[in-house]
């Protein structure tokens, strides 16, 4: 058994396998073998000098463990439980008490051992998520399918996967359809419709077809792999409450070490050999029950417990700090476009200028747009394709940020996006521009023009997440004082949804570099900030942000580099369970200190008065450990009742049909 060097909690080693614990237990079996041979030579009436050699036999075996780990403290320079463990046995040992020692020891040993097994499910729980991706992949090259391990497979390649198989890689299907559980991932149960075109990723599971799946990404690369890291990161790391309960150890060690003295030197005070030795038993007690152990995993069992929950509703944490942060929010900042919106926009209008035809428009919309990944870019081609419209060959193409793009295309030059950055360009479109506008208030506008002639806008409307209203009532119930939505939408499509939600204020028509600010702005007055946004054009919010939460897979690259935390699909309700997940942890963790400390301060009067014999010491230590443990589990309970009660809800709104924004918008007003 041995302690993480940074959390201080007591781990095996994941790669520890069957043989290995088999011979940790037969080392434990054979020094409580030797002791009671020796506990049956005593009662037995042997001499003294033969029976106590088994007890000091199988003392020194299972004392070795505890004073490899006693070393490695001292070595940091951080003497904690096992310190303390290895001064009581040694201390036994100095006074004749083989037999003692050798018991105590055991008792330390296998309840370490023991317990720590019980913390080693977060650990499994690793292994299983790398167990969910398989060792060997079907790679197809040139219509011929062959066999191959993981770590051939490239990028670019075609990879062949049966129904019933969990996906090997990251990809894009190129040829099949089937039903993909996703739930190892996203936490969620319903199987998503996978065609042509759809991203698919390692560990979910093929459930119907057969897919043909061009390889995106590989091994630590996949989603799953960062998740496998992102949470090996998040249990090594340390916050700091971590560090302030390792200090607070460190002070420990020695005043336990006083404590003990203390009570050895006011109860040695005898000429008589069986009060000394019982001054010493009680000395040697006092630094069994006082052994930090319990105190040192108060907040890593806590944590651990939490990315699990977290985990099952697919939620990503990178560090401890970040969810440590969660707890004290008093500010939320949501994204409005593929956050409190859906982010799949419809062309609900075209507005062509004086003179000009909506099929010309539409074409010259599409021309500009066809090389942009702007979700009201997809959506303006969507509807070109649907028209027959075939977007002309491009020569030339640039977006300005945040603002639109350029482009030559057959032969012409083509700006397209917002009218503000038109007008600029051509100030004598102003009047025309304005008066287009008013025809798509509360839409999204794409304004477009041509060699320097205006030629009209494209409407587009966005639709409001069904929960999104939901999600702000709790996250204000949950005792957040402030929740905003920064946007670089016009004001009016702002305020239409920020009407329908109920958000307390609303920054529309901002740059990134200006929600930056924004947000800056709110730091600098004290607010404690959580911003929500969809990972690709919020990333400097998300990073400066006390905590940034990026929604949905098709951000996690970018999660994983600028926000705290990931969710793996797009359902808001996620933010608030978040939070109370963070208040309860925090709730948790001084749980356990005050647990921890309460039996130390219970044992350290119980064995200093003489009302705890050395032999009941391991079992209260043990006691507080367990319970220490079972405290922290609650949390994992937690993450449960929120999966089934969120079951009921999604139940409850399948029948619900999706409302479009102006129908929230007439219904609020109303």
Known sequence: MSRDPDTGLAVMDPSLGAERLERRLFVALLGGVLLLVSWILTIAGWQEQIATLPAAAGAVILAIPLILGARRELLRGQPSSETLASLAVAAAVATGNFLAAGFLAFFLWTANLVLSRTAWGAQRAIRDLIELTPDTARLVEGGVEREVSLAEVRVGQMVRVRPGENLPVDGRIRAGSSDINQASLTGEAVPVEATVGTDVYAGTTNLTGQIDIEVTAVAGETTIGKVEALIREAESSRTERQELIEQLAAYYVPVVLMVAGLVWFFTAKSDNELVRNDAALRAITVLVVTCPGALL????????????????????????????????????????????????????????????????????????????????????????????????????????????????????????????????????????????????????????????????????????????????????????????????????????????????AIEAECLPEEKHGELMYLMRKGHRTLVVGDGINDGPILASADVGVAMGLSGSDIATNSAGVALMNDDLRHIPFLLELARRARSVIAQNIGLSLALAVLGLALAATGNITLWLAPVLYAFGYLLVILNSMRLVRFGAEFSAAEEMRRQREAARPVKPLRAAERLRSA
């Not at 945040?402 to 503000?420: E, F, K, P």
Request: charged content about 25%; glycine content about 10%.
């Open 297 to 504: 995993i108060s907040h890593p069992t806590a944590m651990v417990a939490a990315f699990a929950a977290a985990a099952r509703l697919g939620i990503m944490i990178k560090h401890t700090k970040t969810l440590e942060a969660a707890g004290g929010i008093d500010t939320v900042v949501l994204d409005k476009t593929g956050t409190l919106t859906t982010g799949r926009f419809a062309v609900s209008r075209l507005v062509p200028a004086t003179g000009v035809e909506g099929a010309d428009l539409l074409q010259a919309a599409a021309d500009a747009e066809q090389s942009s990944n702007h979700p009201l870019a997809r959506s303006i081609l969507d509807t070109a394709a649907q028209a027959r419209i075939e977007p002309a060959s491009i020569e030339h193409y640039e977006e300005a940020h945040g603002r639109g793009v350029h482009a030559r295309a057959g032969g012409a030059s083509l700006h397209a996006g917002r009218a503000d950055w038109l007008i600029e360009l051509r100030p004598e479109i102003r009047d025309e521009a304005r008066a287009v506008e008013g025809r798509i208030e509360g839409m999204s506008g794409v304004h477009v023009m041509r060699d320097g002639i205006y030629l009209g806008a494209i409407g587009l409307e966005d639709r409001l997440r069904r929960n999104a209203r939901e999600v702000v009532d709790r996250i204000r119930h949950l005792g957040v004082r402030r929740v905003c939505m920064f946007t670089g939408d016009r004001l009016s499509v702002a305020k239409r949804v920020g009407v329908a939600v109920g958000v307390d």
